[in-house]
């Protein structure tokens, strides 16, 4: 049907429907249906938001949409799409929203903008800054950590998608908005950078139109891609950055020239990798945790992919040689999972960016540019780069799933490249009987590439010929010993036939002659099919023959199948059906006679073997119902009927084998097309009346089976053929010829399905069933329900289990049950109807409704059973199945549902073609597709009408769910959970009838009861929780019951089981709170979207618009909801007080209501009175767990109690009396020089202080100044300080009493220092946080109380006093804030003493709390306000008096409180420095360290940025220049520098050279520690520094060195990965020439290892400069012919290295110019004395010839896993040597060891590269002399 004629059906034309619906066989009733439906939500959603009804009313309706959005797809037109957007927009963006409905909103909000494409930005306008605040409100939440709030898990994921929907649809402006908004935090040593960057990241639009490219990424792009360039430490936000230019460059393929920065860009991906280069080299923790993310860096890499330069194909070839030995299965790391990922994404990737130039529709975003679109040299380039290491990939050790999701993209660009090698791995594979993992690798990779190789194409024509041979050899799979290779084989074989029609063509050869080549192969080739089928099928026999239980199992076992045996049988059934289903009807037949020789000519055991060729039957019958059913169908029901004639084999218990095996086989045969059954009906008729009542289990279960299946064949909807070509292959040649459709897809609009639909015939017979067999068990089982009528138990179950097979048969002939509503559940201003899909069958009513006389009845036996028998459990076992299949099925479970959908979305992945997309899936899966849409409807009955009799039944759950069986209990809480999740607000209803279990006044609950009440309020995993509903009606029942129960009766703490699940409850509903609202307002803006709504057309909505009177209503309604959620709120909290203050209540209770207590803290309003009291007592509880939960919550209401402090705008430009600059230039400006820390102008005095404006927060300033810069008003317009207790509040009088009470603080203070776990605790951010507002909101009300606490705790040295002083003081400091000067004044009279004394006592224990004390008292705040603390601080830091530990704490806290102020105040940093450098030459250890890391704080300001004003702090160049000076006697000496100056001798030698080695130790520290901390490397200044590094760094692995040789080491290797600039590298490698001429050989082997690592780590930025390469090649070459052998043999091994990762390639000039070295004669040997063995060899000789040996083997090693052209040559040059003299004779040996270890594997292959004499020559070689000659 056309789109115009879609359009006038409906009424409009539909954004995007779900395509299947239309091939449903009921879709003509579809488009009223849904029209109905959209008109229904669209006129209730508009009234429900207009009368300001968000619960229910806009909840249910949103929730309806989006099953709509389900259903049917995006079919409404496109005014109503932007309405519905519109509107959601308006409502998650509601300021006081409650979070579980704004989520909510937020979902459905992205499913209306996923599809971008639908809507242009011509259509839609979303404004960024609302999404933004509600970012800042929810993920950087001022009070969530106060507890005051309470957010799911859950939130930040939905909000940030939501902002990544949102997105294409910002204003033209907003890019020049945001960036005025957060560059302002862009402070790159403040945590603001990280915010800023991922603010940035997330929200800024880069799919803007080209010509609007100016006011998007062209204002940000140079900017921030400097400031990228020149980051080098990798920040946490580097990646941040990383994932923006990637969406970037995805979004405008061909508009921004990216080659500038490709080496850059590539060399950090490499090193993001984190692959070990070298040996024991260090690695930094940084570069693990913040590594970019691989997925952004392939979208990154693949968007700059094409276009007319090559570079980004070079450097990615260049990327995939360095690391491809790293894929090689014998690596292993944790490198590995990295490695794979790329290689699964990059071709997916490329395969994406291809669909989208190639086959996408045209959008309204911007299209790539036909310059920059991929042409087909690329892609050839791109495949040839990457399949290397793919096909290494296949055995990895992780497993071969990505390289067959990678092979799988890359088969549909290059077939003939790509499927080839990996056939040729797959025939050796299949022959393999060692090495079982190579068969399922390579299978695997088959599988994945299945289509493409049948399909063939034009590039690959002989692809499709290759299948046979590969289906023949997989046979000997089907293996029972071997689990997981007969899944594989399972799954290979079942693939390739859905494929492919297994028709035999080679008759067609005989009547024509012009097919091409490939078709005449392929037609004879088919000849083979039937042999395939039946070979096939004996091999399934075998499988069956050895699994029988007889055979697998002693008798005593389980009878089961075990999930194995259950696997292997799905795998084989359903393989089997797929290849009857593709054979043509000659095939089929001898596999059928095959099949039913076997199954009659046997007896099969029921439980496994029996399973499986029923199974099998079960598949030959549904191909072809009629001519199967002929063949098995009489056989079976003459043996049935002949062996049951004699009527004593009813009463038996147990029955004959053939018997059984019969009623098995019969049972599964019936399900097939219920049409082809009618003929048989009257013999199954009499069968089931001879068998249904058999007294054995077995028995009657098998009979059973066969009723229910007869009733679902007859009464479903389902398709009956799943053939590969509509039509079936049944055609004669002639006509119809099938090698065509071999991978054919199907076509979605032509699919013919053929429907089962019941007819009337079909439908009158299943009635008729029910009336025989069901309704005269109903009748027994009412009358033994009025006791009436004895029965045993077995009868019982027996009369039940024909009940629930009955009912499951006929689950969608019978109508849900009926009756009334339950009303007044919740009150409501619009419709909560429910509206009914049509699913294929229209009831009749005429007849009586089977479901709701099973439910009668049913409910009258269980109360019997339970009154009479509570011991029958297998028969309360039925009952509880019934009753769920009786409130939730109609002809499909949901369990079953969600595991076929989620198989359906597997095979779709390992099948589905992403380079041409539009559904071209195959044939067989779009049915199942269609069938499980179909299914979606019947199971789409959430949210039912909540009726009198569903409130029955589910009261009869909860009393099966209370009763004293724990497995009875178990089955029947699954089925409440499950009820409860469906029906509307049934909860509401049943929560009351739970907790009379808990009520403590009952005397009649037993434990088992309890215990059940219990359970079913915790509900089950990611169930319904009814402790915990978001709702304050519920709550308020639930939460006080819970803690009472405490005093129940049957309640019991000695039960470990009652335990836990008050343990559990409580744990569950801390988990799961989130705050619920009290303020349900909507504002304006929602209700005028409403009305837009309500009045558009098509389909209209056919309500009259509202009157205002209604509107009144709705408002009043609104506001008293909101009173009367803060009655609740309040009522809960003194209902909670009461609770938790009851006698003889035990203390778990009373901790569990604490917990909740402390939940319902909020930042809109203050906790009740009393609550307050409660938690401020609780502070002096005695027992800790109290007492911790009311640290937090009475800071959590000193923070509600805050009063707010007025702020007003200053101009920073006036204050500095600078210019405004267009420009923008970070770091030390005039204009935020006032900023700065100046002890010349400090505020000393009252005047000063009063004048001076103070930033608080660190990064402003820094960047840019924000377009408002807001600053405390001074203290005459903030809240009064010093008040009266007349004045305060009645909640701050509560706390103003206890804190003024000597008593009570006197004990807090006694608890607060006692210690919690030993030399576990820490610093108490939650303490500080309670002194902090203490402080904060009473000013200095408190101190005279606290200050002699704090004069006795300092002079105590215990850890726990220390602590608690320092949690004081940092609170104090902090609190101070908006205190007067006076007040600070006298504030800091009393600390300093006390910070004195603290940091003279401070020991090993306390010296982190102290350095966390002073870093959290500087935070955000300015360092003018702190001056005495900075002034005390830097009084002494390194006195030596309280000898080297006081020294190195002092610097450790000193550290602490600089580094929180950054860059503002370089004067204190300068006086540091110059303090620090006489005392650099510290002896001790522990104080080196610190001033090493001291060092590096005090130049983390000094980066060399882009844009970026030299800093004021210290700068790097001058010290090290400073320093280099102290060291210059090291660098002149030669001999080698020791340690020798041991740690005592304090005076002694102070010659030069000591104090040297002394400051290098230092320095050394302070480059270790920098390595790890600071954003750019000062790599000028650090080379000047190598050489003397190189000089004492050890060479041999030895941990017994001294500290300054492993730290030089340690250094070197951290230097060596550091990431260099192009400018750099000229100058690192003249150091490097320069060591190499060194005199030291320790230098010069030190200088190889440093080279391998540093090129590695800089890979591409090297090659990018030939000069440099070239250099590098020199170098190395020449330590080849070093005199010294470690030398040489090192510089073998970096040119092996450099070569295999392409840094250096093996040409031409390099072989002979190792051959000619080689050929250096060496004198002939004359008899030697035994004295002089080495003089008459001239060592030079000697050398130059080992020289060229090393040489040629650094070659050979460079190719560990394969053999290039060169290398054969190689080999033979080298063995001559093999007897030359040592040490070449070693090397040579050590090569062919090395070359024969790696090349083992693969022999067979490596063998074809060598000429046949140079493998006799080889063989020699590698075969070891024979020494018994």
Not at 67 to 90: A, N, Q
Not at 1459 to 1475: D, S, V
Not at 1649 to 1671: A, G, R, S
């Amino acid at each position: 049907m056309s789109a115009e004629e879609r359009a006038e059906r409906l009424g409009f034309s539909p954004q995007k429907e779900i395509a299947y619906n239309r091939l449903l066989p009921y879709a003509d009733r579809l488009d009223r249906e849904s029209n109905e439906l959209l008109a229904e939500i669209k006129s209730n959603l508009g009234r429900a938001v207009q009368l300001r009804e968000l619960w229910p009313g806009v909840l249910f309706w949103t929730r309806k949409l989006s099953t709509y959005i389900r259903l049917y797809g995006r079919k409404f037109s496109k005014e109503d799409h932007v309405l519905f957007i519109k509107l959601l927009y308006e409502l998650v963006t509601i300021q006081k929203l409650e979070i579980s409905m704004m989520q909510g909103f937020a979902r459905l909000l992205i499913t209306l903008l996923k599809k971008k494409e639908l809507l242009s930005r011509a259509d839609l306008q979303l404004a960024w800054r609302p999404l933004y605040e509600m970012l800042e409100r929810v993920l950087y939440s001022k009070t969530e950590h106060l507890g005051l709030n309470w957010f799911p898990t859950s939130v930040e994921n939905v909000l940030k998608t939501l902002v990544k929907t949102c997105r294409p649809y910002f204003s033209d402006d907003a890019t020049a908005e945001m960036l005025e908004e957060w560059k302002p935090l862009m402070c790159p040593f403040d945590v603001t950078m990280q915010k800023a960057i991922s603010y940035l990241e997330l929200f800024l639009p880069t799919s803007l139109p080209p010509e609007l490219h100016c006011k998007g990424f062209k204002l940000w792009f140079d900017e921030l891609m400097g400031l990228w360039n020149s980051v080098q430490n990798l920040p946490q936000w580097e990646g941040h950055l990383v994932n923006l230019f990637a969406r970037l460059a995805t979004d405008n393929i061909g508009y921004i020239d990216w080659d500038p920065y490709v080496p850059k860009i590539f060399t950090r991906i490499l090193r993001s990798l984190n692959l070990p280069v070298g040996t024991n080299q260090v690695v930094v923790p940084r570069f693990l945790t913040n590594a970019y993310d691989i997925g952004h860096a392939v979208i990154w890499v693949t968007a700059m992919m094409g276009g007319p330069s090559k570079t980004v194909q070079t450097h990615l070839t260049g990327l995939f040689r360095s690391i491809a030995s790293f894929y090689h299965p014998s690596n292993n790391g944790r490198w590995v999972t990295k490695l794979m990922k790329l290689l699964q994404r990059l071709p997916s990737s490329v395969v994406r960016r291809l669909h989208r130039e190639r086959y996408k529709k045209k959008t309204w975003l911007t299209p790539v540019p036909d310059s920059h679109k991929l042409t087909d040299q690329d892609i050839t380039d791109f495949v040839k780069s990457i399949i290397q290491p793919v096909l290494l990939a296949m055995f990895s050790k992780t497993g071969s799933l990505e390289a067959a999701q990678a092979l799988q993209n890359l088969a549909l660009m290059r077939p003939e490249m790509v499927i080839p090698p990996i056939l040729e791995k797959t025939y050796p594979a299949q022959e393999t009987l060692t090495e079982p993992h190579q068969l399922t690798a390579t299978l695997s990779c088959v599988i994945g590439v299945a289509r493409s190789l049948v399909s063939g194409g034009k590039w690959f024509l002989e692809g499709p010929t290759h299948m046979l041979p590969l289906l023949m050899r997989a046979l000997p799979g089907v293996d029972p010993n071997d689990f997981s290779k007969c899944m594989i084989t399972f799954q290979f074989i079942a693939t390739f036939s859905t494929l492919v029609p297994l028709v035999d063509c080679s008759s067609v050869l005989q009547e024509t002659n012009d097919l091409p080549e490939v078709e005449r192969e392929l037609c004879s080739a088919t000849a083979e099919f039937e042999d395939f089928v039946l070979q096939f099928v004996d091999r399934c026999f075998a499988l069956i023959e050895s699994s029988t239980l007889e055979q697998t199992r002693e008798e005593t076992e389980t009878e089961k199948m075990t999930h194995l045996e259950s696997l292997v049988e799905l795998g084989l059934s359903s393989t089997f059906s797929t290849i009857l289903t593709q054979c043509s009807r000659e095939i089929f037949k001898v596999a059928l006679d095959k099949v039913y020789n076997f199954a009659i000519s046997n007896i099969f055991e029921t439980r496994v073997s029996g399973r499986m060729v029923a199974d099998m039957c079960r598949a030959a019958v549904k191909c072809r119902p009629v001519e199967s059913l002929k063949l098995f169908l009489p056989h079976c029901c003459s043996v049935i009927t002949h062996l049951t004639s004699n009527d004593d084999i009813l009463h038996e218990e147990e029955l004959d084998k053939e018997l059984l095996w019969n009623l098995q086989l019969l049972s599964e045969i019936t399900r097939v097309d219920g049409e082809k059954l009618l003929p048989y009906r009257e013999q199954l008729v009499k069968i089931l009346q001879q068998t249904v009542h058999l007294t054995c289990k077995q028995g009657y279960i098998l009979s059973c089976n066969l009723l229910h299946h007869l009733l679902r064949s007859t009464t479903l909807i389902y398709p009956t053929e799943y053939c590969s070509v509509p039509g079936g292959f049944d055609k004669p040649l002639s006509e119809y010829f099938p090698i065509k459709d071999w991978g054919k897809p199907g076509d979605l609009w032509n699919l013919n399905i053929q429907w089962h639909v019941p007819s009337a015939e079909e439908i009158s017979f299943a009635y008729y069933l029910l009336d025989m067999f069901l309704q005269p068990e109903l009748e027994k089982l009412d009358r033994y329900g009025n006791g009436e009528l004895e029965m045993s138990r077995d009868d019982v179950q027996q009369c039940l289990t024909i009940v629930h097979n009955c009912l499951i048969g006929s689950g969608n002939l019978l109508p849900p049950l009926q009756g009334e509503r339950i009303a007044h559940l919740v009150p409501s201003m619009v419709s909560l109807e429910e509206t009914t899909l049509f699913t294929g069958l229209d009831y009749d009513h005429s007849r009586e409704n089977y479901r709701e006389l099973i439910a009668e009845v049913i409910r009258k036996l269980l109360h019997y059973v339970l009154d009479n028998s509570e011991d029958d459990t297998k028969s309360l076992f039925l009952i509880i199945k019934i009753i769920s299949d009786l409130l939730h099925f109609q002809g499909s479970h949901k369990h079953e549902f969600d595991s076929r959908w989620k198989s359906f979305t597997l095979v779709k992945k390992s099948m589905e073609n992403r380079l041409q997309g539009k559904k071209q899936h195959i044939r067989a899966l779009l049915i199942d597709r269609v069938m499980l849409q179909h299914e979606l409807r019947t199971l789409t009955v959430e949210g039912c009408e909540y009726k009198k009799i569903h409130q029955d039944l589910i009261r009869d759950l909860l009393r099966l769910s209370t009763s004293s069986y724990g497995q009875v209990r178990s089955k029947a809480q699954q089925a409440f959970f499950t009820a409860l999740g469906t029906y509307n607000f049934c909860c509401r209803d049943i929560i009351p009838l739970v907790l009379e279990f808990l009520r403590p006044d009952r005397h009649d609950v037993t434990q088992q009861q309890f215990k059940g009440a219990l359970y079913c309020l915790l509900g089950n995993h990611g169930g319904v929780c009814l402790a915990n509903l978001h709702d304050w009606d519920c709550i308020v029942r639930t939460w006080p019951a819970i803690v009472s129960s405490g005093l129940s009766k049957a309640m019991s703490l000695e039960k470990p089981s009652i335990v836990r699940l008050f343990d559990d409850l409580a744990e569950k509903i801390h988990r799961q709170y989130e705050t619920i609202g009290l303020d349900f307002g909507v504002p304006e803006k929602c209700v005028e979207v409403a009305v837009l709504i309500q009045l558009s057309k098509n389909p209209s909505t056919n309500c009259p618009l509202l009157q205002s009177e209604e509107i009144e209503l709705g408002i009043k309604r609104q506001q008293e909801k909101n009173e009367e959620s803060i009655q609740h709120y309040e009522n809960l909290v003194s209902t909670l007080l009461d609770c938790v203050n009851q006698r003889n209540l035990p203390w778990k209770f009373e901790h569990i209501g604490i917990g909740f207590l402390s939940v319902l803290l909020r930042d809109d309003r203050v906790l009740p009175v009393q609550a307050i009291r409660f938690f401020v007592q609780c502070l002096i509880h005695d027992a800790l767990v109290v007492r911790k939960m009311a640290i937090s919550a009475v800071a959590g209401i000193l923070k509600q109690l805050k009063r707010t402090h007025t702020e007003v705008s200053i101009c920073p430009y006036e204050i500095s009396g600078c210019k405004k600059t267009s420009v923008i230039q970070a770091g030390d400006r005039p204009d935020n020089q006032w900023l700065h820390y100046d002890s010349a102008n400090l505020p000393k005095t009252k005047e000063k202080w009063q004048s001076c404006y103070f930033v608080e927060k660190t990064h402003w300033g820094y960047y840019t100044w924000p377009k408002e810069m807001l600053v405390y008003a001074p203290a005459e317009q903030q809240p009064k300080l010093g008040r009266t207790r007349e004045e305060m509040s009645e909640a701050e009088q509560i706390i103003y009493d206890h804190f003024s009470d000597h008593k009570f603080v006197d004990q807090l203070i006694k608890f607060l220092s006692l210690e919690d776990r030993k030399g576990k605790d820490k610093f108490n951010p939650r303490r500080f946080c309670l002194f902090k507002g203490i402080f904060r909101n009473y000013d200095d009300a408190f101190l005279p109380v606290l200050k002699p606490h704090l004069a006795r705790l300092v002079t105590d040295s215990h850890e726990s006093t220390q602590r608690c002083v320092s949690e004081i003081i940092a609170g104090m400091i902090r609190g101070s804030k908006h205190w007067t000067y006076e007040k600070v004044e006298k504030l800091w009279e009393i600390l300093l003493p006390l910070l004195r004394t603290a940091l003279s006592n401070i020991t090993v224990e306390t010296y982190n709390d102290w350095g966390t004390c002073i870093a959290t008292s500087c935070e955000s705040r300015d360092p003018r306000k702190l001056h005495w603390l900075f002034e005390l601080l830097l009084e002494s830091p390194v006195s030596g008096e309280g000898g080297s530990f006081v020294d190195a704490c002092r610097l450790y806290v000193l550290q602490g409180g600089l580094a929180q102020q950054e860059w503002r105040t370089p004067e204190l940093l300068h006086r540091l420095l110059k303090y620090l450098e006489p005392k650099l030459t510290q002896v001790y250890k522990n104080v080196r360290e610190r001033i090493g890391s001291v060092l590096t704080y005090i130049f983390m300001i000094d980066v060399s940025w882009p844009n970026t004003a030299p800093t004021k702090s210290p700068q790097i160049s001058e010290f090290t220049s400073r320093m280099l000076e102290k060291l210059k006697p090291l660098m002149e000496a030669d001999e080698e520098i020791q340690n020798h100056i041991m740690e005592e001798n304090g005076v002694g030698d102070q010659d030069e050279r000591t104090q040297g080695i002394k400051l290098l130790k230092t320095i050394l520290k302070w480059l270790m520690a920098s390595a790890g901390r600071s954003f750019s490397t000062a790599v000028e200044e650090q080379i000047q520094l190598l050489p003397l590094l190189f000089k004492i760094a050890p060479v041999e692995n030895d941990n017994n060195y001294d500290e300054l040789k492993r730290d030089a080491k340690m250094c070197l290797s951290l230097m060596s990965q550091g990431l260099l600039y192009p400018q750099q590298v000229p100058l690192v490698l003249q150091v490097l020439k320069q060591t190499a001429k060194s005199s030291s050989w320790h230098a010069r082997y030190t200088v190889l290892t440093y080279l391998q690592t540093m090129v590695f780590y800089n890979l591409f930025i090297f090659l990018h400069n030939e000069e440099v390469v070239k250099d590098i090649r020199w170098l190395v070459v020449k330590l080849l012919e070093d005199e010294q052998l470690e030398v040489r043999e090192m510089a073998a091994t970096t040119l092996s290295g450099l070569l295999q990762c392409n840094f250096l390639t093996m040409d031409g000039p390099m072989q002979t110019y190792f051959e000619q070295l080689c050929k250096t004669q060496l004198p002939k040997r004359r008899k030697r004395h035994l004295g002089a063995v080495m003089d008459t060899i001239p060592p030079a000789d000697l050398v130059k010839r080992h020289a060229g040996v090393l040489g040629l083997s650094a070659c050979i090693l460079s190719s560990p896993y394969d053999v290039p052209t060169w290398m054969p040559q190689l080999l033979m040059d080298l063995s001559p040597h093999l007897n030359d003299p040592q040490p070449i004779e070693m090397t040579v040996k050590k090569t062919l060891s090395n070359f024969r270890r790696t090349h083992h594997d693969n022999w067979q292959e490596h063998k074809q590269q060598f000429t046949d004499d140079q493998l006799l020559v080889l063989t020699d070689l590698l075969v070891s002399p024979c020494y018994y000659a």
